[in-house]
């Protein structure tokens, strides 16, 4: 089956640190790849996607490149701020199907 | 724009009592919507696909008469969790979409259900 394996937090970071949060994939088919971003308090938020390979997607300084060939989508961000404090979840969907399947989720702390 | 609102945020029951948690779309018309399930330091488990004025689709091994899933309207959707026992408790997360096959769902806020 499909399945999303997202690194181990937590994660902390110092402002204008460089971020990487590691995200691999199974999928059977051509999913469709997504990170989401809950920060405090509030309901998950796409921050960003890719649908197909090579495809980058970015939001809010974020970038995340689809590649195929290692099956990941890392997310990456070159300074991060203290408001970019939340929990990271990247997740698939397969075949244009609306269901998505999570990772387990990355909690990231950015101190001042 | 494409707020989605539950409630309540926080509920504790006693075994053996029914709860009912309710997902809102404020600002859409919601065609679909998910509910998922999440354990502490876990991803979010898809509990259930509804879809406006049809029966909710469950994924494997979610018991449909223990969670009750109602989608009466395009912008409300219940989860009734019947008969809750303490393995019950959990955060409860619901999502909605647009239009059917559209990939963006808009997600609640969460329901932290305690079940004493």
């Known amino acids: 089956g499909n399945s999303v394996t997202q690194m181990e937090g937590p994660v902390t970071l110092s402002e204008e640190a460089f971020l990487t949060i590691n995200c691999t994939y199974t999928a059977t088919g051509y999913p469709s790849l997504f990170w989401y971003v809950q920060y405090p308090g509030e309901g998950l938020q796409l921050l960003l996607k890719?649908?197909?390979?090579?495809d980058k997607g970015s939001n809010k300084g974020f970038e995340a490149t689809y590649r195929k060939e290692t099956t990941s989508f890392h997310l990456e961000k070159g300074s991060v701020q203290v408001s970019d404090s939340a929990v990271y979840f990247c997740?698939?969907?397969?075949?244009?199907?609306?269901?998505?399947?999570f990772g387990q989720g990355t909690r990231l702390t950015i101190n001042p | 724009g494409a707020v989605v609102s539950q409630h309540p945020s926080r509920v504790i029951c006693k075994s053996g009592t029914s709860v009912k948690i309710e997902c809102r779309s404020l600002d859409f018309q919601a065609t679909t919507m998910f509910w998922y399930r999440q354990f502490p330091k876990q991803s979010l488990m898809l509990m259930a696909t509804?879809?406006?004025?049809?029966?909710?689709?469950?994924e494997q091994g979610v018991e449909k008469d223990k969670f009750l899933i109602n989608h009466a309207s395009l912008t409300l959707s219940t989860l009734t969790v019947t008969s809750a026992h303490p393995e019950d408790s959990s955060f409860y997360i619901c999502?909605?979409?647009?239009?059917?096959?559209?990939?963006?769902?808009?997600f609640g806020p969460g329901t932290r259900l305690t079940v004493t």
């Open positions: 890719a649908t197909k390979a090579d």
């Open positions: 999502s909605a979409s647009i239009s059917r096959g559209a990939h963006e769902q808009y």
């Open positions: 997740a698939l969907s397969e075949n244009g199907a609306q269901k998505l399947v």
């Open positions: 509804s879809n406006e004025g049809s029966k909710a689709t469950y």
